[in-house]
T-cell receptor
Framework: SQTIHQWPATLVQPVGSPLSLECTVE??????LYWYRQAAGRGLQLLFY??????ISSEVPQNLSASRPQDRQFILSSKKLLLSDSGFYLC??????????????FGEGSWLTVV | LAKTTQPISMDSYEGQEVNITCSHN???????ITWYQQFPSQGPRFIIQ???TKVTNEVASLFIPADRKSSTLSLPRVSLSDTAVYYC??????????FGTGTRLTVIP
C-alpha cells in the first residue's frame, strides 16, 4: 500500500531564517506530488506541483521554492522566512497520468510558525 | 479549471441527514467531482467521487444531476465526529488540483 510522510510535524522559526520541509511517498512510482498551504481557518492553497524529477510548477509567486531530487521525494524550501509564511503545510500525491477521477492523498501536515 | 462554490458553514443536530451542495457551472466533460473531509490539523481525506447520477459508499452518497452543474454530498445520520470541513473538488485528472474554502459542518448534540 502507498504511504506518504512529511516532516517535521511542527516548526517554529524566526523571521529571515531558512526552511526545509521534506515529504516522501512509498509504494508507488512516479507520483504527482503537491505542496499546499493552509492559513488558520482558511482553505487550501496549492503552492507547487510536480509530475516528475526536476519538474516543478509554481502556482503562487512567493519566497518559497520546491524541489524534487528523487522520484518520491518532494522538498519545500525558503531562504528567508516571512511572518506571512506561517501556516499548515501539506504534502500530497496522486496517481500519475490519470485521465479522470484523480484522487489526491495527503500527508500528516507540518505546522510552521514564523516568529 | 472549474470553479466551485459551497456554503461557508452549516449546522446540524446529531442523527440528522446533512446535504451539502456544491455549484460548478463550468464543469468540463472530463471532470470528475470529488469530496474530501478535513479535521483540524489533519490533511483532507477522500470521501466519495462521482461523474454523474448517484454514487453511494459506506460513508456518504453523492448526487449529480444530469447537467452536472452542481452536486450534493449527503451524510446520513451525522454524529459529532462528522464535524469537519468538507471540500468539493472538480478536476480532470490533470496535475493541478485546486481546493476551495470548503463547508464547515458543525454537528450539535
Amino acid at each position: 500500500s502507498q504511504t506518504i510522510h512529511q516532516w517535521p510535524a511542527t516548526l517554529v522559526q524566526p523571521v529571515g531564517s531558512p526552511l526545509s520541509l521534506e515529504c516522501t511517498v512509498e509504494g508507488t512510482s512516479n507520483p504527482n506530488l503537491y505542496w499546499y498551504r493552509q492559513a488558520a481557518g482558511r482553505g487550501l492553497q496549492l503552492l507547487f506541483y510536480s509530475i516528475g524529477i526536476g519538474q516543478i510548477s509554481s502556482e503562487v509567486p512567493q519566497n518559497l521554492s520546491a524541489s524534487r531530487p528523487q522520484d518520491r521525494q518532494f522538498i519545500l524550501s525558503s531562504k528567508k522566512l516571512l511572518l506571512s509564511d506561517s501556516g499548515f503545510y501539506l504534502c500530497a500525491w496522486s496517481v500519475p497520468g490519470a485521465l479522470s477521477g484523480n484522487t489526491i492523498y495527503f500527508g500528516e501536515g507540518s505546522w510552521l510558525t514564523v516568529v | 479549471l472549474a470553479k466551485t462554490t459551497q456554503p461557508i458553514s452549516m449546522d446540524s443536530y446529531e442523527g440528522q441527514e446533512v446535504n451539502i451542495t456544491c455549484s460548478h457551472n463550468n464543469i468540463a466533460t472530463n471532470d470528475y467531482i470529488t469530496w474530501y473531509q478535513q479535521f483540524p490539523s489533519q490533511g483532507p481525506r477522500f470521501i466519495i467521487q462521482g461523474y454523474k447520477t448517484k454514487v453511494t459508499n459506506e460513508v456518504a452518497s453523492l448526487f449529480i444531476p444530469a447537467d452536472r452543474k452542481s452536486s450534493t454530498l449527503s451524510l446520513p445520520r451525522v454524529s459529532l465526529s462528522d464535524t469537519a470541513v468538507y471540500y468539493c473538488l472538480v478536476e480532470t485528472g490533470a496535475n493541478n488540483l485546486f481546493f476551495g474554502t470548503g463547508t464547515r459542518l458543525t454537528v450539535i448534540p
